[in-house]
Each structure stands twice: as structure tokens, then as C-alpha cells.
């Protein structure tokens, strides 16, 4: 009896908290996705890593030995100022010094990664007040920067992804969560041919160092705003058409990150997505509808007490019904005595 009533308390336990458990497992899986991306990562590229460093060391102690009127100290202390000169953005090569890291174009690429949280990080303001405007211009910039793609996006989301889901809904008859599936799947694919590698085939050719995995590489770290700036376009020292190049760029991301964000919010639309997410929500149950659930309740019951009350009264007060006057003839008489 009392393994019973412990296993249905251990239950309704359970039932009543089913969205912490859903989110419990949530944390734990996403952790877990961490942890396996760190030893992913750390199998694949530590041995890169350490055939980068041997042949880094087998190069500096050739120098050495073909420079021997140079010290290793001198020679650490170049290396070091040259390293610090490459984390600004300047370059301490013939071919690199041609290419200015502030002129407009260039500044309008930086401000666009700035605003879009990108960040490549190939470029970084030099002096205190470069610095400090930059920490301004993005507490400013971005806020507004959502606002306006948010505006943006939701402007075409009714003439790309609801329109045309109501439209053959209503149309055709057909199923609307079919419906906005298909939509959505045929976005997602339209999007990333126009701006995934239909932009990767322009990068691997335009880019002198760069195969077509590399250009679908950036172009993917791009416009989901990860930004880790090992790959940078238009910096080669014979680019042509620089400038526009790069102007070309910023309309290109700033188009790519407003198309991500309507796929992103087509798919975030679906009722089965919807419904996944709130698997793991938290139900939270205000106070003031609680009292108005209450006090409906207790006016209903009262409303029923005072409905059966009135009828018990009713049945009470009613008048009784007339009943006729039994007659009996002669022949009822005569019957009985016999």
C-alpha cells in the first residue's frame, strides 16, 4: 500500500514538472554538444598544431644559422613587434604595405562587421580614442541595428513566407503546417544557393588563395555573424577594384544576415517547431489569473447552489394538482356484494 502511494506521488511528481525535466535535459544535452565539439576539435587540429610548430622552429634555427651575425634575442625581439603589428592589422611584408586597413571603404566593411556583431578581428582601431568611440558607436549601433532588422524582416515576412502560405492555403485547399513545411524547405534552399554557394563559386575565383570549400567557409562563418577572420576578402595585395570590392562585401552581408534571419523566423514559425519549444518552457501561471480563475469558479458554484435552491423552492411552493372526485354507480356496488 505504501510502495503505491509512493510510486503515484514519484509520478504525479513528475507530471506536475514536466517542463523542468524537459529543460534539465535541455542543459545537459547542450552541455554534453560542448564537450563533443572540444574533442572533436582537439583530435582534428592538435596534430595540424604541432606540425605548424616544428616547422615554425626548423625555420627559425635555419635562419639563425645562415644569420649568424644575428642574435636569437633580436631576432624574438623583430618577430614580436612584427606579430603585435599583424594583431592591428598592419603587415610588416613589400606586397601587404600597398593596402590601407582605414581608408572609407575599408572603415565602411569594419563598421558593417561592427553593427552586424561579425567581428572578423583582422582589423581593430589603433589609438585610446578609436577604441573609446568604437565601445560608443556599439552600445548605439546595435540596438539599432536590431530594430531596423527586425523592422525589415517582418516587412518580408508577409509578402515571402505568409502570403504565400495563406494564399495556397485558402487557394488550394491544402493542409497550412504542410503547407508552411514545404515553404519553408523551399527557402531554405533558395537562400542558401543564392547566398551560400552560388557567393562561394564568385569567392574561388575572385580570391586568388581560396577553393571552394573555403569560400562556402566563409560565407558560412560570415553570415551567421561567427566572424573568426581567417578568412577576409579583398585583401591581397594585386585585388582589383578594391573599393568596390569591398562595398560589394558590405551589401552582401548586410542582404545575406536580412535573408538568414527570414529563414530563421519561417522555420521558427511552424506549429511543430512552436510546439517543441514549449517543451521547455516555463509555465508560469499569474497571480491575478489565478484569483480570476477562483472567483469564477465560486461564482459558477454559487450561480448552481442558487439555481438548484430556486428550483427546490419552486417544487416546494407548487400547488397541488386538483384531483377529481372519485364517483361509483350501483353496478360497483352490486359487484362488491356479490
Known amino acids: 500500500m505504501l510502495q503505491s502511494l509512493a510510486s503515484n506521488s514519484c509520478v504525479r511528481l513528475i507530471q506536475s514538472n514536466t517542463s523542468t525535466w524537459y529543460f534539465f535535459f535541455l542543459v545537459l544535452g547542450y552541455v554534453l554538444y560542448l564537450i563533443f565539439g572540444a574533442v572533436v576539435f582537439s583530435s582534428v587540429e592538435l596534430p595540424y598544431e604541432d606540425l605548424l610548430r616544428q616547422d615554425l622552429r626548423n625555420v627559425k634555427r635555419q635562419f639563425l644559422q645562415e644569420n649568424e ?20 592589422g598592419v603587415s610588416v611584408l613589400n606586397n601587404a ?9 575599408s572603415a565602411l566593411f569594419f563598421a558593417s562587421t561592427v553593427l552586424s556583431t561579425t567581428g572578423y578581428g583582422h582589423t581593430v582601431p589603433l589609438s585610446d580614442g578609436g577604441k573609446a ?19 525589415v524582416v517582418q516587412r518580408i515576412m508577409v509578402y515571402v ?15 497550412k503546417q504542410l503547407v508552411a513545411l514545404v515553404h519553408a524547405l523551399v527557402l ?11 557567393p562561394a563559386a564568385a569567392f574561388s575565383s575572385l580570391e586568388d588563395d581560396w577553393n571552394f570549400l573555403e569560400s562556402f567557409y566563409f560565407c558560412f ?32 552581408l548586410m542582404l545575406g544576415l536580412i535573408a ?14 512552436k510546439q517543441f ?32 435552491a430556486s428550483l427546490r423552492e419552486d417544487k416546494l411552493n407548487e400547488p397541488f394538482m386538483d384531483v377529481p372526485p372519485v364517483t361509483y354507480s350501483a353496478s360497483d356496488f352490486s359487484s362488491l356484494n356479490r
Open 277 to 308: 519549444r514549449k517543451m521547455f518552457y516555463l509555465k508560469k501561471e499569474k497571480a491575478e489569473d489565478r484569483v480570476h480563475i477562483i472567483d469564477h469558479e465560486h461564482l459558477s458554484f454559487s450561480s448552481v447552489s442558487d439555481q438548484a
Open 133 to 151: 568611440f568604437c565601445i560608443i558607436y556599439s552600445v548605439i549601433g546595435i540596438p539599432f541595428t536590431l530594430l531596423f532588422l527586425t523592422a
Open 188 to 198: 531554405g534552399l533558395v537562400t542558401a544557393s543564392c547566398f551560400f554557394f552560388i
Open 221 to 252: 562563418i560570415s553570415l551567421s555573424t561567427i566572424g573568426l577572420g581567417d578568412y577576409v576578402p579583398g585583401e591581397g595585395y594585386n585585388q582589383k577594384f578594391r573599393q568596390l570590392y569591398k562595398i560589394g562585401i558590405t551589401f552582401y
Open 161 to 175: 513566407t505568409r502570403g504565400p502560405v495563406t494564399y495556397i492555403h485558402t487557394r488550394w485547399g491544402f493542409s
Open 69 to 88: 651575425c644575428l642574435s636569437e634575442e633580436r631576432l624574438e625581439e623583430f618577430l614580436e613587434k612584427a606579430l603585435e603589428a599583424s594583431n592591428y
Open 97 to 105: 604595405t600597398a593596402n590601407w586597413n582605414w581608408d572609407f571603404t
Open 260 to 273: 538568414m534571419l527570414v529563414v530563421l523566423e519561417t522555420f521558427c514559425e511552424l506549429q511543430e517547431l
